[in-house]
Each structure stands twice: as structure tokens, then as C-alpha cells.
């Protein structure tokens, strides 16, 4: 920890210099990625060893502007469990020191934002992005480009495809969902899968053109996706939070939210994944409107999160499943979120789990851990996991992807094959088990 405290010192010092030197010398705007906002700052991750300790924690954070990764929010912070925290140049040499005195555990395992950042990208000048047969599935592409490869493979397979919008964002863009499978009856059980809730968790909306990738173009020589395609309509809107992820994209990588604007604060946005009607901003979510996990001014305020909930509620006699990618953390969750208690279909949910993080495995030995949400990861309440179930949807998951901090939201591009490859196998695990029957208890489901 002392070594820790003195790279701190010195690395500020330094960085801070540079920061200084740097800023006499011409540079055209927009010439660094994000302007070189993040230069020196600092990705911590502490580990409270007790409940004085995550007091002390709390009261730390408090004090400086910082940018909780995990847990999303200070109220969540426990003891013996780490806490991952971004913290601004100006702010590190203070925050080491702090974390010293108080002989709390802590690593630096980001020393430089900037340069993290420049290393997951890298500069996009060579990218093949120009059609769907040259389509480069393992960068993380822009809104722009997601939306335009969605053009290109709807004109390129009518067959399979259908694209739609489902409504506009609140910064006006068009909400558009995939439809993959065979056109062989109207009313085909169907699964509905979501990327891109949170802005900066980059990897859901690589995962979801990843999974349309390999459905289609496994389609022909698969026995199980042609089946699953035959049998099943898959929804697949790639981006959820269009606004947040092309903000995420141009200003701050690290923002979470959607973009709406308050008119009593100057803080913009909502969580999309606390906002839909369902113990709405109760435990687990925030009612300040300037908190990550600001639950908004009424459930469903946000037309993002307002669009899809109509879809689903008048398609919802067909959708079978629900599945929100997020990441990071690999976890596989199902209900509930908002309180311990076991759902009355848990047996046949759990069952389904389990296949799907033995199929993940199997790709590449990563390990996931599954579970109640409430349990697995924490309390939070109005998520769409819960929403979905609530509304009859009986199996209704949220994957949390890769990794579990080392690299936090800043996930190699070279990791997106593995990654997506291995969700591939648990979504397609959970797919086929929608074709088997499981017993439910019709008498209680979907009470809760």
C-alpha cells in the first residue's frame, strides 16, 4: 500500500506538469480522443474490511467528484467487497493519502485513464466499415455505424429480417429494433434482447451485432440456430439508449445515463435500467436527478425506456423471454432485483441459468456467476428485468459481460470475439430451453 501511495504522489506530480506543459503547445481541437480529458486520471479500487471502514469510504467519496464504477452508487458500497471508483487527476494524490491514514486497502489498477481509453480503440482511420460483407465485428463501432449496418443487413436478408423503429429517443433518434426468423406463422414464441442501457458498457451493443452476425450466418449449416430461427422470432435492438452511447462516443466515455434534461438541475439524464414501473425508485436508485442512478421524475419518463415497455406490453402474449446485456461483472441475474424472495417459477428460471453459464463455459472456461439479482449483485429497484417478468415474461435475465475490473468498461477490443462468442452459447442455451416445457405454477406466476 505504501508503494501504491508513492506512485500516486509521483505519477500526479508528473502527469500533472505534463498537463501544464501540454497546454502551451498548439493543438487542433479534437486532435486527442475526448480532447484529453482523462489524462492522469485514475481508475482505485478499494476494499472496505468493515462497516467503519465503508463510513469512512463513503464519506471520502463524498467529498471529491468522482465516477463509481461498481458498485453504481455509494449507498451500495459493503464491506469485503470491492469498490472500483474513477477518480479525476486533481483528486488522486488527495485521495491516496486519505486511504493511508485510514489504513484502507486500496490499488491503483488504472494509473491512466487517457491512455487505457487510447489503447481499447485505438484510431479508426483503416477501419473496414463500409459494407455489411466487410463489417468488422470485432471493433466497437458508433451509433452511426451500428444504424447503418442495421440498414444493410435488413436489405441484404429479407428472408430473415425485418427492421423497425419502436419510437424516437428524446434527443429525437429513431429507435431501431431487428427481427430475425423465418416467416412461418404470425404468432411464434419470441425472445426480446437489449444492448446498450448504460452508455459506456460498449461491449452490450457489440454482443448484440455479434448475435445477429452468427444467426444469420449460421442459419444454413447450424442444425440448432436454423431450429431456434424457425421456431422463434428474435427482437434485437442493439442500442437501447441511443442517446447516452453517441454522447458516450463524442464527450465522456464514461456516461451512463440518457441525455433528457432536468429543469430544476443542471444535470442531464436518467438510468434506463431504474426507471420502469416496477417499485419504481424505491431501494437501489436515486431521486436526485445529478446521482448515476437517478430513477427520473415518474416511471417511464424517459421515451427510450417508455418505447420498448409499449412494444413489449402489446406483444407480450408472445415474448417468452427477456435479456438486458450489460456488463461488467460476469454475471448471469434473474429476478428479483428489488427484494430477497424466491420467484414462483424459480425452479425452471434456474434450470435455464444454469445451462447457460455451462454453455458459456464451454467456449473459453469463463466463469460466470448466476443468481437472484438481489442476491448475486445487489438491490435495485424499477430495472427492466423485474418490468419484464412482472408483465408475464417468465424468463427474464440480465447478462453482466466481461471482466470483472481488471479493464472495468475499457474492454479490449481483442476480448469482444471471446466475449460474444461465449454469450452466444448461454443465449442460445436459454433460446432452446424456450422450445422444452417446464413446469409452472400457473396459480401464482406472474404474481409478485
Known amino acids: 500500500m505504501g508503494m501504491d501511495f508513492w506512485w500516486c504522489a509521483v505519477r500526479s506530480w508528473v502527469l500533472l506538469a505534463g498537463v501544464i506543459i501540454f497546454s502551451d503547445m498548439q493543438v487542433p481541437v479534437g486532435a486527442y480522443l475526448y480532447n484529453n480529458r482523462y489524462v492522469g486520471d485514475q481508475v482505485f479500487r478499494v476494499t472496505p474490511r468493515d462497516d467503519a471502514e465503508v463510513q469512512v469510504l463513503k464519506r471520502m467519496l463524498g467529498n471529491i467528484t ?27 494524490q488527495g485521495l491516496c493519502a486519505h486511504l493511508e491514514q485510514e489504513g ?5 489498477f488504472i494509473s491512466n485513464l487517457q491512455k487505457e ?4 480503440t485505438g484510431y479508426r482511420s483503416a477501419r473496414r466499415r463500409r459494407s455489411e460483407s466487410h463489417y468488422d465485428y470485432e471493433v466497437y463501432h458508433s451509433l452511426e455505424e451500428i444504424q447503418s449496418w442495421m440498414f444493410e443487413v435488413n436489405r441484404t436478408n429479407p428472408e430473415i429480417v ?18 430475425l426468423g423465418k416467416r412461418s406463422r404470425p404468432q411464434k414464441k419470441a425472445m426480446w434482447i437489449d444492448c446498450g442501457v448504460h452508455a459506456r458498457e460498449w461491449i452490450g451493443p457489440a454482443f448484440c451485432q455479434w448475435f445477429v452476425k452468427e444467426a444469420l450466418n449460421s442459419y444454413q449449416h447450424d442444425s440448432v440456430m436454423r431450429r431456434l430461427m424457425n421456431q422463434l422470432n428474435f427482437y434485437i435492438m442493439p442500442v437501447l439508449n441511443v442517446d447516452g452511447y453517441h454522447f458516450s462516443w463524442t464527450t465522456d466515455r464514461f456516461w451512463r445515463k440518457t441525455r433528457s434534461k432536468n429543469h430544476k438541475y443542471h444535470c442531464r439524464g436518467v438510468d434506463a435500467n431504474r426507471n420502469w414501473k ?46 438486458s ?38 467456449a473459453n472456461g469463463v466463469k460466470y456467476r448466476y443468481g437472484p439479482a438481489s442476491t448475486t449483485l445487489y438491490v435495485s429497484s424499477g430495472s427492466s428485468m423485474d418490468w419484464a417478468y412482472r ?8 447478462f453482466e459481460l466481461r471482466d470483472t475490473g481488471y479493464y472495468g468498461f475499457l474492454l479490449p477490443e481483442s476480448l469482444i470475439k471471446p466475449t460474444c462468442t461465449e454469450t452466444v452459447r448461454a443465449v442460445k ?6 422450445l422444452k416445457k417446464c413446469q409452472v405454477n400457473r396459480d401464482v406466476f406472474p404474481y409478485i
Open 278 to 323: 416496477v417499485k419504481w425508485c424505491e431501494e437501489g436508485a436515486s431521486s436526485h436527478p445529478c446521482d448515476d442512478t437517478y430513477c427520473g421524475p415518474f416511471p417511464e419518463s424517459e421515451p427510450e425506456v417508455r418505447a420498448v415497455a409499449k412494444f413489449l406490453r402489446k406483444n407480450k402474449k408472445r415474448f417468452k423471454a427477456y435479456i
Open 104 to 108: 484502507i486497502a486500496y490499488n491503483v
Open 391 to 398: 408483465n408475464g415474461i417468465q424468463y427474464a435475465f440480465a
Open 162 to 179: 425485418d427492421m423497425f423503429s419502436i419510437g424516437t429517443s428524446y434527443e429525437g433518434r429513431p429507435l431501431y429494433v431487428l427481427q
Open 325 to 362: 446485456i450489460h456488463a461488467y461483472a460476469q454475471m448471469l441475474l434473474y429476478p428479483y432485483s428489488y427484494k430477497y424472495a424466491m420467484i414462483p417459477n424459480f425452479s425452471c428460471v434456474e434450470s435455464a441459468a444454469q445451462n447457460a453459464v455451462t454453455a458459456l463455459y464451454s
Open 117 to 120: 481509453i487510447e489503447k481499447q
Open 429 to 434: 442455451a436459454i433460446a432452446a430451453g424456450l
Open 66 to 92: 468522482v465516477d463509481l464504477w461498481q458498485p453504481n452508487s455509494a449507498s451500495l458500497i459493503r464491506h469485503n467487497a470491492t469498490v472500483d471508483v474513477h477518480v479525476k487527476l486533481n483528486d488522486t
